[in-house]
């Protein structure tokens, strides 16, 4: 695709409920990011696969949070028994490489109530 | 904690005038990048500067990067209106700690 396509674009679920984010990369990318952003702030990071190698999930605020990247393509992230403070803009990003500039979808705006 | 904090957290100009920001982080670094966001949504990227660089030009930015001072800044020269938005620069830490580090912004807004 053109570019970083995140889905749903806003997502609204109450409180105890399970939710799945999905994005689809850029074509060929082989690092991927996810990060959260509440209203106002800076970007907290979640996790980052590169390639084959194992994910960095230090960023993963809590054992709801998890993360997968099928063949190397999409990743879902899923968060599970949501709380209020899960609502933030969740936005995902693709890259070449490591340390080559990051391109980033359209985020998905989650809101628990 | 974040990696990169931006310096001022908001600052507003003049059309034409020349806006410069600041960043600083903690780490060793390979690289900092600098991002645009409009709106709280999806992030643009502007400029790469490697650990190597001191300075890179793209159009009206200019960035400089001082690894001695762990610092860079990010000057928009001629400023326009639709330049208001959030600036981030983000940090790619050398070593073994692989995550790209975001800092908190800074909320530009340029008047008309």
């Known amino acids: 695709g053109a570019g970083v396509s995140q889905s749903p674009s806003n997502k609204v679920t109450e409180k105890g409920k399970d939710v799945e984010l999905r994005c689809d990369p850029i074509?060929?990318?082989?690092?991927l990011y996810w990060y959260r952003q509440s209203l106002g702030q800076g970007l907290e990071f979640l996790i980052y696969f590169q390639g084959n190698s194992a994910p960095d999930k230090s960023g993963l605020p809590s054992d709801r949070f998890s993360a997968e990247r099928t063949g190397g393509s999409v990743s879902t992230l899923t968060i599970q028994r949501t709380q209020q403070e899960d609502s933030a803009v969740y936005l995902c990003?693709?890259?070449?490489?490591?340390?080559?500039?990051?391109?980033f979808g359209q985020g998905t705006r989650l809101t628990v109530v | 904690s974040q990696q990169g904090e931006e310096d001022p957290q908001a600052l507003s100009i003049q059309e034409g005038e020349n806006a410069t920001m600041n960043c600083s982080y903690k780490?060793?670094?390979?690289?900092l990048q600098w991002y645009r966001q409009n709106s709280g949504r999806g992030l643009v990227h502007l400029i790469l500067?490697?650990?190597?660089?001191r300075e890179k030009h793209s159009g009206r930015l200019r960035v400089t990067l001082d690894t001695s001072k762990k610092s860079s800044s990010l000057l928009i020269t001629a400023s326009r209106a639709a330049d208001t938005a959030s600036y981030f620069c983000?940090?790619?830490?050398?070593?073994?700690?692989?995550?790209?580090?975001f800092g908190s912004g800074t909320q530009l807004t340029v008047l008309p």
């Open positions: 780490t060793s670094i390979n690289n």
């Open positions: 074509s060929g990318h082989t690092a």
């Open positions: 983000a940090t790619d830490a050398s070593g073994s700690a692989r995550q790209l580090t």
């Open positions: 500067i490697r650990s190597n660089e």
């Open positions: 990003a693709s890259s070449w490489a490591r340390d080559s500039k990051a391109f």
